[in-house]
Every structure is written in C-alpha cells, then in structure tokens.
C-alpha cells in the first residue's frame, strides 16, 4: 500500500512534522528516509522539524495556489512567528517560493537566519496536552504554537514546556518522556506573559510596525523609563531592562534567550528601525510590566494590528477625540508631592538632576504644580520667620527687622507683594522717634 494512500487529515494546529511522523507510525514505517521522500521529497527532511525546506513537495498542497502554501506554513510552521512581522509584498514572495518546491532559501527570508547566524528551534511539548490530546484525538502531536521561539509555557495548562535539543527521526510527543532540559515546577508569571504574547502572532496577518513601536514607546514612559517617546539615553533604557523580572528570567533559561538579558539591543529596536527580530518584540512586550499575562497579549494585539491606543496601550473607545495632555508617572508624580528641591527629588527616584529637569518639562501640569507648593511653603516659611522675630521681640523698630530677616523680606516684596505691604503696615515705622542732632 502506498504512503500517500493512507495519509491522515491534520490537525488545525499541527506542526507539518508531526503530521509526516504521525503518517509513518500509521504505516508502521521503519525508514525515516523513505518516508522523508515521500512525503516531502528529501531523505532527511525529518532533522527540518521546524521549517520544512522542500514545504512546496507536501501531498497535502498538491495542486495549490502559493496563497494556500502561504497557510500551510503559517498555520502549520515555526513561520508563523516570523510572517508577520514581514510586509505583505515580502510574504507573497515567500509563498511562492514554497510553491516551487525547488526554492530552499525561503526559511532565510521568512527568519532572518544564515549560515552564520542559524535559527535554533527546539522541539517542544507540554505534557498535560499529550495526555489530553491521547485522551480525546487518540494521538498525540506537536502543537504549532509550543514550537515558537519564545513560547516557554502551555497557555493551556500553565506549566513549563518540555524541550529536546535535536532529533534526525520522525517521532510523536509521548506523556512519559521528560526530554533533555531541566523543567521548572512553577514558572515565573514573566514567562507566562511572554508566550501569551507569542501567541497572539498566529492570529496576525501583517503587523503595523509604526502603531507596535509607538505603542510601546508609550508604554515605557508611562513606566518612567523613558522621558520622551523621541529619544532617549541608550545606556538608560538598557540599564532599565537589566532592571527587570524579565531579563532575571532570561538570565536563568538554558537556552538562546539568555542572549537578551543584557537590555542593550532595546534602543536600536525602538529607534533605529530593526523591525524583523520577532523574538526581540515579543521579549520586550513582555516586559513591560503588564497586570496580567492576558492583559499584556490583548494590548499587544491591539498595537500589532494598528488600533488606537493611549498611554497605557490600551485601545481608546473614541479615537478621533482631542488627545489627553501627557502625564507623568505616578511615581514620579509622589516625588515631586513630597520633595521640597531638587536634590530631594532626585534621591527619590534615584535619578539625575537632567532627568528631573525633562519631567518638568515633559508634564507642564506636574512643573506648575511643584512650582506653586515651593511658593507656598516658602510663603509661609518666611512668613513664620518674621513672626516669630516679632515675637521674640516686641519693640523692635523696622530697620532691626530688615536686618535680621532680609532674606525673607526680599522674597516677600519679589513673590508676593500685596503681603509684603501688609506685614510693613502692621511693623513701628523705620524713623518712629526722631533723633537729636546732636547728641
């Protein structure tokens, strides 16, 4: 009997191979080669587990069009984490590459790796889905989304994916194989948030990059790590990164992820236009410091695909409303309530006396409300001090009161004048007794 004779349908998110490994245990094949030229046309395409080369080859495309090639590797490869973070135009190339079958040099285009630079792609599992999938399916498979790069817990079940680091044979997932990485029994909630982000990416066709840029651009200010969304210190935003859960997280991971722990690349992600590093998007999204991981996936889906969004990265009910005056963040706004100088505020957001002086100048609210709680409480500082004097001193003539409180005096007459008349008003006169000429 034929292979192509009893090939079973796949399933909506099955990796291609896990179907090619599911069509060789159901012909109890003892090849892997043979069914590697059967299916895909190439004796040892099952060691292309993520990006099948010859794609183009697959019986289940035979007669199509380059759109349908286009969903087969979407829904059914690792490139459906890289699609969409390429132009429309770019994307109708690649499909039909793939259409030819001869083309071999699409899985460059669609990831950005070279010879130099090879992408790494670990096969990936979780095993309360083979459990469930053995249960309900009858077989177990490889699911799509567990294979992208950053995607390093079940959405489904919670738990931490099982990986193994390379394999030249057609195999299924099985719940009793514990792989070749150390799992973790409770995943930190930043990985949660990543691969609820990574995630999302199936479900996009094309991302706006302007709309993700500026979005998150947004949403770091919001956070205070950034003044302005035109421009920054490099070394500022890296050392902000650093600062993170996410980078600690990344620290930890064995794997090629622990490359981004640094923070330094986030500048030229942001400002230099190096759009087509998925897996870079995806790590800082995560990072910024959502409520949930669900809430971080849903505002990055609204800024992928270009819906409007305010400060906070969430989708505005009216877009075409006059835009709200830009604040600072709460912390720096409790700084400002609470320090009296610029020293003092300085040391409560353990920053420099530049970065105070861009909030003032970024939030004009913020600047003329410190401005008017320094002039009342100087008000009232100088204010006290003449009073208290007077006190101290019931029959002290003006000229004394100047000479002691000069400073108080010059500052009421500059700020605040109508009150300056009153407390000269309420003093003895400077010349109250005249004095002999000759004494």
Known sequence: MSLRSTLPPILADETIFSWCSACHSMTCGTSGAKTGVALLGGSHAARQHDLPASLGRLPLLDGAASEEALHMAR??????????????????????????????????????????????HLLKWCADCVAHDQATIGRAYWHTEHQFPTVLTCTRHGGLLLQRRHTSNWLLPRADDSGDVQRVSAPPPELHTLSEVSSKLRQIRVINHGSIRRSALLRLQALGAIHSIRGARHDRIARWFEGTRMSSCLRSLDSDLSSLCSGTWVPDLLWRRKLVVASHWTVLWAALDWDSPRSGAMAFEDAAIGRSVASDSQALLFPDDAPVASRAPDAVQQAFATGDSYDEVMRLLSATRADVVRWLEFDSQLREQWRQRLRDGRQAQCVS?????????PDVRRQDLERACAGELRWLREHAPSLARALYKSMPGRLLTQPSLFD
Not at 89 to 107: K, M, N
Not at 385 to 393: F, G, K, N, Q, T
């Open 75 to 120: 829904r059914h490869t690792v490139a459906g984490y890289y699609l969409p973070f390429l132009a429309e135009g770019v994307q109708e190339d690649i499909a039909r590459r793939i259409q030819t079958g001869t083309d071999r040099f699409w899985r460059r285009q669609c990831s950005g790796m070279s010879r130099t630079r090879p992408a790494s």
């Open 385 to 393: 001090r003449i009073e208290h004097y007077v006190a101290d001193h």
